[in-house]
């Protein structure tokens, strides 16, 4: 297949590419500069596109047989204004959308996130894919204003749309201020680790999981035009922060200790994030072809 990739120097973005080119797929990825690259190895080099969302040349999408769109912008715990999230999470990925379909692409996949769901997460033991989308965060929200116009312009232009919500993705590249980077380099550097008391509960999946998911959506069966076909990504397992990190202070050999307790917790926390994984999980008997 000819894919055009976006965010494959970010954390997900990366494995997805790796994964792609690994599989035999011809890739054209979009990176912001000449300086960026995936943060881990890749197998070989996809064929590269330098600009952002709002610069794409339309000629470049042209026999395209997906478009996996990954990049976004403020990713806890970086932040950044609310007017940007606006511009590149919502117009600019309508603006992929359009120059896409325009060029006669027929099939999406778009990476969302589990904080799209913010309060309605706290009425599910397995929150379901059609919970109600209640975000807390400025970047749940704008992922939503995102979500809900793409679900309405591949209905309108009878377009092929997997939407695919990501839960605790954890790995090797990941931002150095989340936890489990976090915890690694603790590790490594034979430290203690604070932390908070660890008693919330959420669905950690490594991020080359993720990318088996968001890759095997490109040619899904089950994704049929002008009917948004939307998921959870995750194992659907929920487990501690404390129990995970104890797990990963284990498999690392750290020598220092954990100390659970010393960290205030967070106000806004969510004390349960786990997935339904109905419609993912029958993805992976799901016959594809690269």
Request: with cysteine.
């Amino acid at each position: 297949m000819r894919l055009f990739l976006t965010g494959g120097t970010g954390f997900i973005g990366s494995y997805v590419l790796a994964a792609a080119l690994l599989a035999g797929h011809e890739v054209c990825a979009l990176r912001r500069s000449l300086e960026s690259s995936p943060v881990i190895p890749l197998p070989l080099q996809p064929q590269w596109c330098t600009g952002t969302l709002a610069s794409i040349a339309p000629s470049i999408l042209d026999g395209v047989d997906a478009v996996l769109h990954l990049a976004s912008v403020g990713v806890s715990p970086r932040r950044v204004p609310w007017t940007v999230l606006v511009e590149a999470n919502v117009v600019g990925s309508l603006r992929l959308f359009e120059l896409a379909a325009a060029a006669g692409v027929r099939r999406f996949v778009v990476a969302g996130t589990c904080h799209e769901y913010g309060e309605s997460a706290r009425r599910y033991f397995a929150i379901p894919p059609d919970a109600p989308l209640e975000p807390i965060s400025a970047y749940g929200a704008s992922k939503v204003a995102a979500f809900q116009l793409l679900r309405a312009f591949a209905i309108e232009h009878e377009l092929e749309f997997f939407y695919g919500r990501i839960f605790t993705a954890y790995g090797e590249g990941q931002f150095a201020g989340n936890f489990w980077p976090s915890l690694r380099r603790a590790a490594l550097a034979g430290e203690d680790f604070p932390m908070t008391s660890g008693k919330q509960i959420s669905d950690f999946v490594h991020a080359s999981v993720v990318a088996e998911y968001l890759l095997k959506a490109c040619s899904r069966q089950d994704v049929i035009s002008a009917v948004p076909f939307v998921a959870n990504i995750g194992t659907g397992k929920g487990t501690s922060l404390h129990a995970f990190a104890e797990q990963e202070w284990s498999k690392m050999g750290a020598p220092g200790k954990l100390l659970p307790g010393s960290l205030p917790e967070r106000t806004d926390q969510i004390d349960r994030y786990v997935p339904d994984l109905r419609g993912l999980l029958t993805a992976s008997s799901q016959p594809w072809e690269n």
